[in-house]
């Protein structure tokens, strides 16, 4: 929970509540867990929020009945059965008329049991990422939580590296993060962790296998904590071994080309802007067709949040926005190396919160 959560919430219900006349509903029953986490602080695995104007509803289930009514604000309520027959008595006794849902994760089954529970007259309507879209922007104690993970991300990885050695196997890599991770304090990895040897690097997103890494073989570390429910992402390689001069050489482009969106970074700058800096500066190494993902993402409450730093995002980045800078380039057969930082955008800039250094180390 970050600090002062019940006032940070508080906020949050006005915010979005605010927009329930553009959206044309007289409430909102929000069903994304992330999303249902930022309007409660909810961590359990079933759980809705019904907003409405001036108050908010809570669903749980049993399970979760004590420290729901401990630690959330607004009316709880705990449905033995389907939450939705729940959210259906209050619209009821509500007397409400339009519902909004969130149409990109309403669960069809869901939808179906709502619809035909409603009396008569009563209406669905579907609304877009409104709650994700103010996710974006991350107040000052959310900004806080996210670099202690970060911190605490780069501090497993520094364990970590000491143990690293010819034989040891990629699973044992990650298992070893994941280890470290919870020594220093984090809930769990915020994804699974990509451990990748040799040419396992060349794809993106490797998991983690048996092989043993080599003694002249790269290893791709791609790596984030979940700390207090905020994600930190970061993304280092290194060469068990002197690395050979073709390796050395994608290594220096992939560096060029994350400072490059690293320098690119600025409120008011489109999402596209900052992913063409990295694409430009592969070209000049004839790279650019070798990156085959886009420069980054928003991170928060989840690991991948809007924006995405693609092709063509006219997102415009605002002050407070927490994002990752990835550039990598993948050649099959070979391997694949990758360069990520997470970074504040800020008014002037950014800050990069990722402390690791990105000098490519040899062991």
Not at 20 to 38: C, F, G, H, I, M
Not at 220 to 229: C, N, P, T, V, Y
Not at 274 to 293: G, I, M, P
Request: with cysteine; glycine share 8%.
């Amino acid at each position: 929970m970050v600090k002062n959560a019940s006032v940070e919430i508080g906020q949050r219900h006005r915010d979005i509540a605010a927009r329930l006349p553009e959206l044309k509903a007289d409430a909102l029953l929000v069903s994304a867990p992330a999303n249902v986490r930022y309007l409660s602080d909810y961590t359990g695995s079933n759980g809705l929020v019904l907003l409405l104007p001036s108050e908010t509803h809570f669903f749980t289930d049993p399970r979760y009945e004590i420290s729901a009514r401990q630690n959330i604000a607004g009316h709880v309520h705990i449905v033995k059965g389907p939450l939705i027959a729940g959210v259906i008595q209050v619209i009821k006794r509500k007397r409400l008329k339009k519902i909004g849902f969130e149409s990109g994760w309403t669960q069809f089954d869901a939808y179906q049991r709502l619809k035909e529970g409603l009396p008569l007259g009563v209406s669905l309507v579907p609304v877009g990422r409104i709650i994700e879209e103010r996710r974006m922007v991350k107040s000052p104690a959310e900004i806080d939580t996210i670099r202690r993970s970060v911190n605490l991300n780069s501090e497993a990885f520094a364990r970590v590296l000491k143990r690293i050695r010819p034989g040891v196997r990629e699973l044992d890599v990650a298992a070893e993060i994941e280890f470290q991770m919870k020594m220093l304090g984090a809930e769990k990895p915020s994804f699974d962790t990509i451990i990748a040897a040799g040419p396992h690097s060349a794809l993106p997103h490797s998991h983690p296998t048996g092989h043993q890494i080599g003694a002249n073989e790269l290893l791709l570390i791609d790596m984030g904590a979940s700390l207090e429910g905020y994600a930190s992402d970061m993304t280092r390689v290194i060469h068990l071994g002197p690395p050979p001069k073709r390796i050395r050489e994608m290594y220096r482009a992939v560096l060029e080309a994350q400072l490059a969106g690293i320098d690119a970074v600025r409120e008011g700058t489109t999402a596209g802007k900052v992913d063409a800096a990295t694409r430009n500066a592969l070209k000049k190494y004839q790279l650019d067709k070798a990156f085959v993902h886009s420069t980054g993402h928003g991170l928060g409450l989840e690991i991948h949040e809007p924006p995405r730093l693609g092709k063509k995002d006219q997102t415009k980045l605002q002050a407070g926005m927490a994002i990752t800078i990835e550039p990598g380039v993948y050649i099959e057969g070979l391997a694949g190396i990758r360069i990520e930082d997470t970074v504040l955008v800020t008014k002037n800039g950014c800050e990069v919160l990722t402390p690791t250094s990105k000098e490519f180390v040899h062991l």
